[in-house]
């Protein structure tokens, strides 16, 4: 019996199942007391109680509820209604409304709705953060960030940190370090350098190693993410020639390493070429199964004057990429234009024309397309069955330029994401020196379709990112793809400044900035930033927060996107060590870890874009809870084709076959699906269907129209592919499979077929 404990309070005016508040598997209580008074007379009041213990639902209200939910106005009568209101923002855990019928001046009314959290509910749920510190003064640690992907193969993203200043036995050799994550996100969410999983290293002073980074995607085909990270200024026999290393996952994740231990080391071959000033997983540009990479070479002379630049594309294989210069590139693009700076900036486009092959975009930040000098410029090359052909901006898919002087059109470029969920992959541009409200700086959406990206400026941009600051906050200096971080189905983007202001306790320059938009049927919403505003912020001058941003993958397995923002200016133990914040796209959500498989019964993970060696066919994994509590549930897939919106009459969906008790923890469902057409990359979606649980009956007859949670995707993305197979294609999640056969391969004593199986995110 729960007694109240106020006079007059009326407790138990209204009383309601709030389902499974705290995810714990036990059903929850919310009690309301419509004249409770705290402090205000009679503005009511709603109680939690959770379910699960003796005695838990026994004694004075005010010690048994782990809640009291209130609105802070008088004669309101809050709790005068009270319900369990579901699962409303997709995290797992049930959420409870309360009605406050004589709520505001005029008692117009109002109704509350809090959300459920591991904790409980509470009124502020807080999102959380992972702090790294660089630990060592002005290491700049953040210069660059990125998702590692699944480096040791537990189903959540791992992230990777640069810091090119980091001196670990040499001056300014630069470092990289690997933090793995898990179903609770971080171990600890205020790491220094020092206790990152893996720390890599050049070994070379003025290497600068780590100004970039990024997940290789599976470039061995082993299951496991991979990693690449760029020292543009390393020397392999030519002066300032750069290098890129790649460094491979494993069970245990990447081990510590340097260039004598790297599975790829990547150089120009030219002076000052300055390989690895960026790098990037291209997705799989061939559609072979094994993950390719692009590297940046903005220094590169192609015979058209210095510094016209160029980029390398290296294809994956069973043994990794081999080393490599220019020469073994299966792919080189080059710049038509000295001093241009083609490949300052390297990005998978996703794939934006549907075929089932990934694509390029590269940035040139001071090309010269028209009569404005130094506008640059983005281009964007396919992928085909033999991958990309070597290029110039000339034979471009799409050229996009800024059409106005000194802009630094394509100083960061980066697939978006599908933002308008069309079923075709959308880019982003920045253009940091972009003159909307003096050099403020932008940044531009544009949208694939059946023809790809078209030639395009910032008069027929599908999106604008702008801000009328009075200040070059140097709006656009970063951009990426953000995933899918309210889960939506919609891709969404965060972008960088890292100059903003800060006017939170007086003003704090070059604080810096990040910004999150999030994606529509439309395509972006909103995009002017209103000044004054603030997005991801420092607190701190001159920690130009924003000089990285990317998306973290799902670093907690709930199924929502996460992003990653680099402060290289930070000072946390040291005055300019700089700094890495993770902020979880769902705060404390509950595991759903939705992962991808092969679909030859060998329990290996497929990443992104990697093979699920099987002809039709590949496995979806889910854990799945019941937002009341103790229920049953089934896994629903939808698969569909490259290029075709989820929902569409030719989408694939297949159930699991019978129900499954959730018991109080929730529990790990799997469906094989198959039937996939051969030739043809899909992308999927998987969600958890609802039944009541009884004691009654052995089973349970399936409702009509069961409830069922959120649709989620592969480690929280929106992207237009998943898995590729040998000779087929299909996507599940945020990539694409594709399955085939494409002809044979020689093995020591032995021939197969090349059997193409992949998945795509």
């Known amino acids: ?101 004589y709520f505001g001046p005029t008692d117009t009314g109002a109704a509350f709705v809090f959300n459920g959290e591991a ?141 004598s231990n790297a599975a790829t080391q990547l150089e120009s071959n030219r002076v000052n070429g300055n390989l690895g000033r960026s790098v990037a997983a291209s997705g799989d540009v061939n559609g072979d199964g094994f993950g390719d990479v692009i590297v940046g070479v903005p220094g590169y002379d192609s015979g058209q004057g210095a510094n016209g630049g160029a980029a390398f594309v290296y294809l994956g294989r069973a043994a990794g990429i081999p080393d490599g210069g220019p020469s073994n590139a299966a792919t080189i693009l080059e710049s038509n234009q000295p001093n241009s700076y083609f490949g300052y900036s390297v990005a998978s486009a996703g794939d934006v024309n549907g075929d089932g092959f990934s694509d390029v975009v590269v940035g040139a930040y001071l090309h010269e397309v028209g009569p404005e000098q130094d506008e640059g410029a983005a281009f964007v090359f396919h992928g085909s069955p033999v991958g990309i052909a070597n290029g110039s901006p000339t034979n471009a898919a799409a050229r996009l330029e800024s059409d106005q002087a000194g802009a630094g059109f394509g100083w960061s470029v980066a697939g978006a994401g599908d933002v308008n969920g069309d079923g075709f992959a959308d880019l982003i541009v920045g253009s940091p020196s972009y003159q909307s409200f003096v050099q403020s700086g932008a940044a531009f959406l544009f949208h694939g379709s059946p023809a790809g990206v078209e030639d395009g400026n910032p008069s027929n941009a599908d999106g604008q990112i702008y801000t009328d600051q009075e200040h070059a906050i140097a709006l656009g200096s970063s951009v990426a793809g953000a995933g899918d971080v309210d889960g939506d189905g919609f891709a969404d983007v965060i972008v960088g400044a890292p100059n ?126 019941h937002p009341l509590g103790r229920g049953r549930v089934k896994l629903e897939v939808e698969a569909c084709a490259a290029g075709m919106p989820f929902g569409s009459p030719g989408c694939l969906r297949q159930t699991t076959a019978s129900w499954a008790d959730a018991g109080l923890g929730g529990v790990d469902l799997a469906k094989t699906v198959s039937g996939l057409s051969g030739g043809k990359h899909y992308r999927w979606r998987a969600r958890a269907l609802y039944a009541p649980y009884t004691i009654v009956n052995s089973g349970v007859v399936s409702p009509p129209n069961p409830a069922h949670g959120p649709w989620r995707r592969l480690a929280g993305q929106a992207v237009e592919a998943d898995v590729p197979e040998p000779g087929l294609s299909i996507s599940v999640g945020s990539g694409i499979l594709l399955i085939g056969v494409l002809g044979r391969r020689r093995f020591p004593g032995r021939e197969e077929s090349i059997e193409q199986r992949r998945v795509v995110h």
Request: proline share 3%.
């Open 500 to 625: 903003a202001l800060n006017f939170g306790s007086g003003t704090q320059f070059g604080a810096g900035s990040a910004f999150v938009f999030h994606g529509s049927v439309s395509g972006i919403v909103g995009g002017f930033i209103p000044f004054g505003a603030v997005g991801i912020a420092s607190n701190q001058e001159f920690a130009r927060l924003g000089r990285s941003v990317a998306s973290a993958g799902d670093v907690n397995g709930d199924g929502f996107s996460d992003v990653i923002v680099g402060a290289s200016g930070y000072g946390i133990s040291e005055p300019g060590a700089g700094a890495a914040f993770v902020h979880l796209g769902n705060g404390y959500g509950r595991r759903v870890l939705a992962r991808q498989f092969r679909g030859d019964g060998s329990g290996i993970s497929v990443q992104p874009w990697g093979s699920s060696y099987d002809d039709d066919s590949f496995e979806v994994q889910m854990h799945a809870t």
């Open 1 to 101: 019996m729960i007694l109240g404990d106020q006079a007059g309070a009326r407790l138990g005016t209204t009383v309601a199942s709030a389902g499974d508040v705290n995810g714990d598997g036990y059903a929850d209580l919310v009690l309301g007391a419509s004249q409770y008074d705290d402090p205000t007379v009679d503005e009511g009041a709603a109680f939690i109680l959770l379910g699960g213990c003796i005695g838990c639902l026994s004694g004075p209200v005010s010690s048994k509820a782990v809640a009291r939910l209130e609105s802070g106005d008088a004669s309101s009568l809050t709790g005068y209604s009270v319900a369990g209101a579901g699962d409303v923002n997709g995290d797992g855990f049930s959420d409870v409304i309360a009605g406050a019928p």
């Open 119 to 259: 904790s409980g509910i509470s009124p502020g749920s807080q999102t959380r953060v992972l702090i790294v510190d660089g630990f060592q003064q002005y290491a700049g640690l953040g210069w660059s960030v990125s998702s590692a992907g699944d480096v040791n193969g537990d189903g959540y993203s791992d992230v990777i940190i640069g810091a090119q200043f980091y001196d670990a036995g040499e001056n300014n050799e630069g470092a990289a370090f690997v933090c793995l994550s898990g179903e609770f996100g971080f171990a600890d969410n205020g790491l220094s350098a020092l206790s990152a999983n893996a720390q890599i290293e050049s070994n070379q002073p003025g290497a600068f190693l780590g100004e970039s980074v990024s997940s290789a995607g599976d470039v061995n085909g082993d299951g496991y993410g991979d990693v690449i990270v760029g020292a543009p200024s390393y020397v392999a026999g030519q002066f300032g020639e750069g290098a890129a290393f790649i460094f491979l996952g494993g069970p245990a994740g990447i081990a510590d390493g340097d260039p």
